[in-house]
T-cell receptor, first 118, second 111 residues
Framework: SQTIHQWPATLVQPVGSPLSLECTVEGTSNPNLYWYRQAAGRGLQLLFYSVGIGQISSEVPQNLSASRPQDRQFILSSKKLLLSDSGFYLC?????????????????FGQGTRLTVV | ELKVEQNPLFLSMQEGKNYTIYCNYSTTSDRLYWYRQDPGKSLESLFVLLSNGAVKQEGRLMASLDTKARLSTLHITAAVHDLSATYFCAVEGESGYALNFGKGTSLLVTP
């Protein structure tokens, strides 16, 4: 079965410090990978998604960046955190259909990282 | 710009009552997804609706999709406290890869 791991679960970082959040998926290959952010009491904002190694699509201009160094690894980074970067960060994966058509399955989410920038 | 609008955003209802949550979207997508989020937790998939007229039911929840109207509904029957959570709908963007969420409906079921 497929599982998704995301860490750390909670993080408190000072303004201006760097950030690295990691997400890995097990039990599947060539997944589509996603980073979302949920601000307190608000909906989910899609930050980045990736359809393959080294392929990153950015949905919202930020001081954040994403990388996919391996097939099942997705990393969210920042060089200098802002107060507004605080939130609940969620990694998700979707199964790739295998025939280059659109994925047909729902997204499965990791447990999330609660980031507080102070 | 793709829009996914849910209403209501907040809903307080008594146990045993029925209610419907609405999800309107602006794309031509024929797929729609419903998720549940408990406080402080991640998202859990509830329903996957893959075509016009699709209807799925699980316990006291039933979801339907009308792609012509670009509308999905999540109907709650005889609500119980355990259904208290935030419910999100999501649709694919034009590329088919990005999954875009509504703002969520926070449901509170009271005795």
């Amino acid at each position: 079965s497929q599982t998704i791991h995301q860490w750390p679960a909670t993080l408190v970082q000072p303004v201006g410090s760097p950030l690295s959040l990691e997400c890995t998926v097990e039990g599947t290959s060539n997944p589509n990978l996603y980073w979302y952010r949920q601000a307190a009491g608000r909906g989910l904002q899609l930050l980045f998604y990736s359809v393959g190694i080294g392929q990153i699509s950015s949905e919202v201009p930020q001081n954040l960046s994403a990388s996919r160094p391996q097939d099942r690894q997705f990393i969210l980074s920042s060089k200098k955190l802002l107060l507004s970067d605080s939130g609940f960060y969620l990694c998700a994966w979707r199964k790739f259909s295998g025939d280059f058509s659109r994925p047909t399955n729902e997204a499965f989410f990791g447990q999330g990282t609660r980031l507080t920038v102070v | 710009e793709l829009k996914v609008e849910q209403n209501p955003l907040f809903l307080s209802m008594q146990e045993g009552k029925n209610y419907t949550i609405y999800c309107n979207y602006s794309t031509t997508s024929d797929r729609l997804y419903w998720y549940r989020q408990d406080p402080g937790k991640s998202l859990e998939s509830l329903f996957v609706l893959l075509s016009n007229g699709a209807v799925k039911q699980e316990g006291r929840l039933m979801a339907s999709l009308d792609t012509k109207a670009r509308l999905s509904t999540l109907h709650i029957t005889a609500a119980v406290h355990d259904l208290s959570a935030t419910y999100f709908c999501a649709v694919e963007g034009e590329s088919g890869y990005a999954l875009n969420f509504g703002k969520g409906t926070s449901l509170l079921v009271t005795p």
